[in-house]
């Protein structure tokens, strides 16, 4: 995951890189030709994003799904506080440094939605169904992002978005039915595939009540401290399960798998995706974003051997073309 901080028009799971400059950065970004090395970087962040779904569902097979979560959500977070303060005290990037103590506990009570149930859900979904279906349904969060947003008054809805919506909407139960056909325990695929809904509807509630902090926090800091707040009710659940599993008979490829999602996935790929916004702007980075379940779906096919089903294909041109107009 995953997911991400556009204001109200952003995407998921995936992302929780923050940016707090993307206005002032939008000329510099228009003003900057070709393809360069962020594109490139970019492009990477969509592969590691779309590959995290093959690794989550392989290490959630030999690692009891909370045990892993809480292991790599407070490599996690750790991992984005140190690069917090060497940004800071060695680079003088984000000099203004961690924001006041109402801001702070503020984010960190919002990452305990978006990076605390959100990640429960979604590692437990995955567990569940197929990690291609899985990517598709989370992919569909900006339509839930800009409900949410209409109905409190903070996002215009045109009458394009609200065809993208719809299509996204209707692509989420076209990859729904393709998964239930193509998967022999129907109970457990919709299980997960529900568990995922919940959890990108979690996501999207989060990244719109995040909006105004993305304008008075630092995107290095904000990430930090919703990590943190993720990794509270995280550990308080998933603390017995990791107590309980026998981490010397944890397979090697399951300790990669593990730092793969904890780090790459939830650190490296955030920074990619904040540096993207800086240098490029908002909208040429989310739709690199939008690349994610691509790589998912194809990733999951050569290595898990998922199957893709011609629902899962409708699913995904409909869910990529809702995305598209929901951002035009």
Known sequence: MASPLRGTRTQTPADDARLTRSENDAPRARTRPGFGLTDVSLLLMALIWGVNYTSVKYATSVIEPLAFNGVRVTLAAISLVLIAQVATRVFTIEPEGWPGARDAIALVLLGMLG?????????????????????LLISAAPAFIAIIGRLRGTEQVSARGV???ALSILGMGFVVIGTTNANGDQRATLLGDSLLLISSLCWSIYTVYLQPYTHR????????LTMVGGMVPL?????????????????TLAWGSLAYSGFFALVIAYLFWYAGVRVLGPTRTAMYANLQPIFAVAVASLVLGEVITGWQVAG??????????TRS
């Open 235 to 251: 550990l308080a659940v998933a603390a017995p399960a990791m107590l309980a599993t026998d981490w010397t008979h944890v397979p």
């Open 115 to 135: 990076n605390g149930v959100y990640q429960i859900l979604f590692v437990e979904g995955i567990a569940r169904t197929r990690a291609g279906d899985a990517a």
């Open 163 to 165: 065809v993208g919506i």
């Open 217 to 224: 926090t630092g995107g290095i800091h904000l990430s930090a």
């Open 316 to 325: 995904a041109i409909s869910i990529i073309t809702g995305l598209v107009l």
